[in-house]
């Protein structure tokens, strides 16, 4: 599979904003998919996670509630919408996946094989 995220922007805080992650090539509905981010100077962090069916989700703490994480597998696009958003959620977003036989939902970086090429979201005070 291959991935290209889209939809970063330059908004104000408290403004919402939508990812998209677009999927190519087949069995979109065979891969656990993520969320994470690379802040300014800092390390890449997980932001949030969704399994293969989109019936379990987990997200950092620092995003719970104001965002959520989905999928359309028919279309092949995952997605991250982003709610009441903080200067401090300023970074490179980035989609990964993980071919997955089961159910699991996975938040450890080291878990995912294919990365998208990120997408700038900046969050202005």
């Known amino acids: 599979v291959q991935l290209q995220a889209s939809g970063g922007g330059l908004v104000q805080t408290g403004d919402s904003l939508r990812l998209s992650c677009a999927a190519s090539g087949r069995a979109f509905d065979n891969y656990a998919m993520g969320w994470f981010r690379q802040a300014p100077g800092k390390e890449r962090s997980f932001v949030a996670a969704i399994n293969r069916s989109g019936g379990d989700t987990k997200y950092a703490d620092s995003v719970k509630g104001r965002f959520t994480i989905s999928r359309d597998n028919h279309e092949k696009i995952l997605y991250l919408h982003m709610n009441n958003l903080k200067p401090e959620d300023t970074a490179v977003y980035y989609c990964?996946?993980?071919?997955?036989?089961?159910?699991?939902?996975?938040?450890?970086?080291?878990?995912?094989?294919?990365w998208g090429q990120g997408t700038l979201v900046t969050v202005s005070s």
């Open positions: 990964a996946a993980t071919w997955d036989h089961g159910r699991s939902v996975y938040s450890g970086e080291y878990a995912y094989n294919t």
